[in-house]
């Protein structure tokens, strides 16, 4: 981080967003949601940037050569409702399995679970909350299997902001997610469908996988005055050798590299910076980042005060050479604004952006 980035202020990534543009069901089918589409150049050269089209569309707006990568971490039905020993409601979050085979959890009531206090779930089985982390997570003991657990009671974890659940859980899945283990959906590529996925196949594009199991930082707004003071929790990925392939070739002949969402980006451009295809990644994405490995982001509408937000505002500036952070920062904002004006729907159901 530089010191021109240290100076930037949360607040400076603040907007207003109405109630009523937070998507609370998604759209049907997948790739009926609509598209903005955000063009760097254009804007640098202070030419009209936004265009509007349908996610159906996207094959219009990438061509043959290009990689798209995507994230297929499967979610976990890591929400676990309970009483506790004492009586009153209790939840636990299930985030990830921990060396000794317990799991880091968040868990609320936090202040009335103690060590060694017990939940019951609807099932008999007892959770035991244990000692408290540095980022205010607990570590949990479950009487058996987890997966097995969350199969039988628990909860796909719908952020806060969507008050219903109306919809089916599968949609709060990717059609391509595998390997389980995220606390929340890599929601950007929740609008591809398999049909539109063999369109793009079928037009010379090509797929790649990486895995990012989604944990605590999702739901965390930036923290502090400034945004160093904000720390990104670790999240484990895995990069394929067929996707490292993948992604020299595409290089290499010319294509470009086209992220699905935010944690894709994450492992694409922690993988450029430290060769490793397997780890922890705790890497914080904020203005003045100039991204090694993605030349083209798909991306949804972010929360304000958001790291997610600051990620898509340091690729917005890494393609509009000369500019600042507040640049980049208002030619996204903008962006946001025409899109709520024009009724686009906001966050996880919500529709897509493409900057390139």
């Known amino acids: 981080m530089t010191d021109e980035s240290r100076r930037l202020r949360v607040d400076d990534f603040d907007y207003d967003l109405p109630t009523e543009a937070v998507a609370q069901t998604p759209t049907e089918p997948r790739d009926a949601s609509r598209l903005l589409i955000l063009d ?49 409601a209790a939840e636990v979050l299930l985030l990830r399995q921990l060396a000794d085979g317990r799991w880091e959890a968040l868990v609320r009531p ?5 060590d060694g206090a017990v939940v019951r779930l609807g099932t008999g089985d007892e959770l035991i909350i244990g000692e408290r982390a ?35 859980d599968e949609r709060y899945q990717t059609v391509y997610a595998e390997p389980p283990g995220s606390a929340a959906a890599p929601t950007a590529g929740l609008h591809f469908t398999p049909a539109l996925l063999d369109g793009l196949a079928g ?11 989604v944990g605590l930082d999702t739901f965390q707004p930036l923290q502090g005055t400034y945004i160093d003071e904000h720390r990104i929790h670790r999240e484990w990925y895995v990069v394929p050798a067929a996707t490292r392939t993948a992604i020299a070739t595409t290089k290499a002949s010319g294509g470009r590299v086209v992220a699905v969402g935010s ?13 490793e295809s397997e780890g922890w990644t705790d890497l914080y994405i904020v203005p003045l980042h ?38 980049a920062r208002d030619t996204l904002l903008a962006a946001y604004h025409a899109a709520l004006e024009s009724g686009f729907r906001f966050y996880s159901f919500g529709d897509a952006m493409l900057i390139r």
């Open 40 to 88: 760097r150049a254009a804007s640098r050269r202070g030419e009209p940037a936004l265009s509007e089209a349908h996610f159906a569309d996207i094959p219009n707006w990438l061509r043959p050569g290009d990689l798209l990568v995507v994230n297929d971490s499967r979610v976990l039905r890591a929400r676990l409702r309970g009483q506790r020993a004492g009586g009153g």
């Open 203 to 213: 037009a010379g594009i090509a797929r790649a996988t990486v895995t990012l199991h």
């Open 290 to 327: 100039r991204y090694r490995s993605v030349d083209t982001l798909i991306t949804n509408f972010h929360l304000p005060r958001s790291s997610l937000l600051l990620l898509v505002t340091a690729f917005v500036q890494d393609g509009m050479p000369g500019s600042s952070p507040i640049d």
């Open 263 to 275: 944690t894709t980006t994450r492992v694409l451009e922690t993988l450029a910076r430290t060769g």
């Open 134 to 168: 540095e980022e205010g997570t607990r570590a949990i003991t479950l009487p058996r299997d987890a997966e097995v657990v969350m199969a039988e009671t628990g909860e796909m974890p719908l952020p806060p902001y969507i008050t219903t659940r109306a919809a089916p």
């Open 110 to 114: 936090s202040r009335r679970l103690r």
